[in-house]
């Protein structure tokens, strides 16, 4: 029996089986056994972009393996790095560039994660995720949880079922209502919380979205998100989802951020612990499923958000809102 549950919509907006993508970071292992790995595992099709970037054929798109640190990643690595080294004043011979690339690899190796992004894999094979998993971990990867100072995540980015305005406002009202149950549950490690990288929703917005006479439409939606939120930094990004539905209107307000256009959810809040005994992806999915849940019970979503807003209201309350919500949780 397959550790992952289903979601409640099992089709997207296109009528066809649902997608999810996966990002994963961790450390202490190099380039070339991460890349045998992977290719061992799902028999992909090797295209070196350069030392610390490579991209991996399949049948469901490309896998991306890359060190997380710009400088490496760029495509165009030996034109910047002279570039880089020209402007610190330190004159390097282009030959040795692949050799200075090594070193960078090498000392790197702990500090630096290495991220995996898999292609959107079809509900149905979901589980293909759990397998490099485990296999990471028996090679030796480390998770956030080995090191004070790791802060690797894994990213679920979670293909909608709708791109109704009222279905995908039903899963952010869900979201921050669970937010403070999910950060709990999930144990979040202290290096990921002191990032920026997953805030919570703020107060403002949450008490907007949550009005029972909040009905907007799709722009209106995009507008109120990008008033209060101009920034990637939510541990559930939707500016994906809104740049590919209105890119134009996105760009408007934030014409740099660094945007991928697609139709997921962007749920970033997890820990990536890879190496920790008894881990799994599926268990990280399962958590994302409870959001999916509150949006699709519409009873519930209503006197929830309700209970919420007169939790906010309060000056002082006896009860933290997460241990509320966990009642909820453990009833379904």
């Given at each position: 029996?397959?550790d992952?549950?289903m979601p409640?919509?099992?089709?997207n907006?296109k009528?066809?089986l649902?997608r999810?993508?996966?990002?994963?970071?961790?450390s202490n292992?190099?380039m070339?056994e991460?890349?045998?790995?992977?290719?061992?595992?799902?028999s992909?099709?090797?295209?070196?972009?350069?030392?610390f970037?490579?991209k991996?054929?399949?049948?469901?798109?490309?896998?991306v393996?890359?060190?997380?640190?710009?400088l490496?990643?760029?495509?165009k690595?030996?034109?910047?790095?002279l570039e880089?080294?020209?402007?610190?004043?330190?004159?390097?011979n282009?030959?040795?560039?692949d050799e200075i690339?090594?070193?960078?690899?090498?000392?790197?190796k702990?500090?630096v994660?290495?991220e995996?992004?898999t292609?959107?894999?079809p509900l149905?094979k979901?589980?293909?995720?759990?397998?490099?998993?485990?296999?990471?971990?028996q090679?030796?990867?480390?998770?956030?949880?080995?090191?004070?100072?790791?802060?690797f995540g894994?990213?679920i980015?979670?293909?909608?079922s709708?791109?109704?305005?009222?279905?995908?406002?039903?899963?952010?009202?869900?979201?921050?209502?669970?937010?403070?149950?999910?950060n709990?549950?999930?144990?979040?490690?202290?290096?990921?919380?002191?990032?920026?990288y997953?805030?919570?929703?703020?107060?403002?917005?949450?008490i907007k979205?949550?009005q029972?006479?909040y009905?907007p439409t799709?722009?209106?939606l995009?507008?109120?998100?990008?008033?209060?939120?101009p920034?990637?930094?939510r541990?559930l990004?939707?500016?994906?989802?809104?740049?590919?539905?209105?890119?134009?209107?996105v760009r408007?307000?934030?014409p740099?951020e660094?945007?991928?256009?697609?139709p997921?959810?962007h749920?970033?809040?997890?820990n990536?612990?890879?190496g920790?005994?008894?881990?799994k992806?599926?268990?990280?999915?399962?958590?994302?499923?409870?959001?999916?849940?509150?949006?699709n019970?519409?009873?519930?979503?209503?006197?929830?958000?309700?209970?919420?807003?007169?939790h906010l209201?309060k000056?002082?309350?006896?009860?933290?809102w997460?241990?509320?919500?966990s009642k909820?949780?453990?009833?379904?």
């Amino acid at each position: 029996m397959s550790d992952f549950k289903m979601p409640k919509y099992m089709s997207n907006y296109k009528e066809e089986l649902r997608r999810v993508g996966f990002e994963l970071e961790f450390s202490n292992i190099q380039m070339q056994e991460i890349l045998n790995l992977l290719k061992q595992t799902y028999s992909l099709k090797e295209k070196k972009i350069n030392n610390f970037f490579y991209k991996l054929e399949s049948n469901y798109g490309d896998f991306v393996l890359e060190l997380d640190f710009e400088l490496l990643t760029k495509q165009k690595l030996k034109t910047n790095a002279l570039e880089f080294f020209d402007k610190v004043g330190i004159d390097i011979n282009e030959t040795k560039l692949d050799e200075i690339e090594n070193i960078l690899g090498t000392i790197s190796k702990d500090l630096v994660p290495y991220e995996i992004s898999t292609p959107p894999i079809p509900l149905d094979k979901i589980e293909l995720i759990d397998e490099l998993s485990k296999k990471l971990t028996q090679a030796g990867a480390h998770g956030t949880q080995k090191k004070v100072y790791n802060a690797f995540g894994l990213h679920i980015n979670v293909e909608l079922s709708s791109l109704e305005v009222t279905s995908i406002l039903n899963h952010l009202q869900a979201y921050v209502i669970l937010q403070d149950f999910l950060n709990k549950d999930a144990k979040v490690d202290i290096a990921r919380k002191i990032t920026p990288y997953i805030d919570n929703f703020p107060k403002e917005y949450i008490i907007k979205i949550l009005q029972e006479d909040y009905k907007p439409t799709m722009e209106e939606l995009i507008q109120d998100y990008l008033k209060f939120n101009p920034t990637r930094n939510r541990s559930l990004d939707m500016l994906p989802i809104f740049a590919y539905i209105n890119e134009k209107q996105v760009r408007k307000i934030l014409p740099k951020e660094k945007i991928k256009p697609r139709p997921a959810f962007h749920y970033r809040l997890s820990n990536s612990l890879i190496g920790q005994k008894n881990w799994k992806i599926s268990q990280e999915w399962n958590r994302w499923l409870i959001v999916e849940k509150l949006a699709n019970n519409h009873n519930d979503l209503k006197y929830l958000s309700k209970q919420y807003l007169a939790h906010l209201d309060k000056l002082v309350s006896l009860k933290k809102w997460d241990e509320k919500v966990s009642k909820w949780v453990k009833n379904q």
